[in-house]
T-cell receptor, first 107, second 116 residues
Framework: KNEVEQSPQNLTAQEGEFITINCSYS?????LHWLQQHPGGGIVSLFM???GKKKHGRLIATINIQEKHSSLHITASHPRDSAVYIC?????????FGTGTRLQVFP | GAGVSQSPSNKVTEKGKDVELRCDPI?????LYWYRQSLGQGLEFLIY????????KSGLPSDRFSAERTGGSVSTLTIQRTQQEDSAVYLC??????????????FGPGTRLTVL
């Protein structure tokens, strides 16, 4: 079993839909990152969180440390949100990566 | 300011040759990470440098892989006697010294390595 599981693996949506990507992990962590990888390959760090919830624009990330679960929500999705979203728990000083969720948002 | 830069952006080499990949982190960032992403695969941790501490090499897949960081800044990842399975995008990331304040890692654009 992978240490980090993301669901769904692939997700398609119509513009404007509310998106949820889930991440479950089995290791003890100090924090968790959500990363975005665009088709060109560049990676951007969206959030680092260790408890509760963070919001940045249309993106919201939540984490429940006790349940070892995090979610990334996108409100009012847009085609430019199309990317691979990667959950990366922080274990000691290393990131452990999920396999990613490929999101495609159609106009 | 400038982000993390990596060079070369693309490298094609023949099996058995050695390659060196370079990473210039953001100025002032004490932590530097190397990752790789094989085609169709997820990201994989390779090695981590933090300041002057001994690097965490636990992710290096074999002794053909090594990395150094000179002067706490630029890092070079070296792959000796390259194999076809080494073909991947090698990503470098850096983060600022105050982990508790901002643990965000800033990723470079990557080096795409192709071993023929």
């Amino acid at each position: 079993k992978n240490e980090v599981e993301q669901s769904p693996q692939n997700l398609t949506a119509q513009e404007g839909e509310f998106i949820t990507i889930n991440c479950s992990y089995s290791v003890g962590i100090s924090a968790l990152h959500w990363l975005q990888q665009h088709p060109g390959g560049g990676i951007v760090s969206l959030f680092m969180l260790s408890s509760g919830k963070k919001k940045h624009g249309r993106l919201i990330a939540t984490i429940n440390i006790q349940e070892k679960h995090s979610s990334l929500h996108i409100t009012a999705s847009h085609p430019r949100d199309s990317a691979v979203y990667i959950c990366a728990p922080h274990n000691t000083d290393k990131l452990i990566f999920g396999t990613g969720t490929r999101l495609q948002v159609f106009p | 300011g400038a982000g993390v830069s990596q060079s070369p952006s693309n490298k094609v080499t023949e099996k058995g040759k050695d390659v060196e990949l370079r990473c210039d982190p953001i100025s002032g960032h004490t932590a530097l990470y190397w990752y790789r992403q094989s085609l169709g695969q997820g990201l994989e941790f390779l090695i981590y440098f933090q300041g002057n501490s001994a690097p965490d090499k636990s992710g290096l897949p074999s002794d053909r892989f090594s990395a150094e960081r000179t002067g706490g800044s630029v890092s070079t990842l070296t792959i000796q006697r390259t194999q076809q399975e080494d073909s991947a995008v090698y990503l470098c990331a850096s983060s600022p010294p105050y982990w508790g304040a901002d643990g965000t890692q800033y990723f470079g654009p990557g080096t795409r390595l192709t071993v023929l």
